[in-house]
């Protein structure tokens, strides 16, 4: 079991940024990918960015260019840094971690999500 604890979520002006933060912690074998998923009001749940054990990252087009995903693997903790925010950015943001089944290199994968934190940006 793999428990998701986040922070940095709040409000902030149009073209401000913020630094959202997702600690995983509890019993696992290994982390394969760490991302951030946004859902605004009415609108389905949304990849914004990902990464690898590998450390390779994709990104949705809406973010390219100003957000950046990063993990820290000793720490068991990915950090989204959103730079230049609009204010169609607003949702409520929340983190995924995936981890193997049967150990590394499973194919079959566990799948858990934070508790959401909100993200609003004013004009």
């Known amino acids: 079991q793999v428990q998701l604890v986040e922070s940095g979520g709040g409000l902030v002006q149009a073209g401000g940024s913020l630094r959202l933060s997702c600690a995983a912690s509890?019993?696992?074998?290994?982390?394969?990918?760490m991302g951030w998923y946004r859902q605004a009001p009415g609108k389905q749940r949304e990849l914004v960015a990902a990464?690898?054990?590998?450390?390779?990252?994709n990104y949705a087009d809406s973010v390219k260019g100003r957000f950046t995903i990063t993990r820290d693997n000793a720490k068991n903790t990915v950090y989204l840094q959103m730079n230049s925010l609009k204010p169609e950015d607003t949702a409520v943001y929340y983190c995924?971690?995936?981890?193997?089944?049967?150990?590394?290199?499973?194919?079959?994968?566990?799948?858990?999500w934070g508790q959401g934190t909100q993200v609003t940006v004013s004009l």
């Open positions: 995924n971690v995936r981890t193997p089944v049967h150990g590394p290199g499973d194919s079959y994968q566990y799948s858990y």
């Open positions: 509890g019993s696992f074998f290994s982390i394969n990918s």
């Open positions: 990464v690898t054990s590998g450390g390779s990252t």
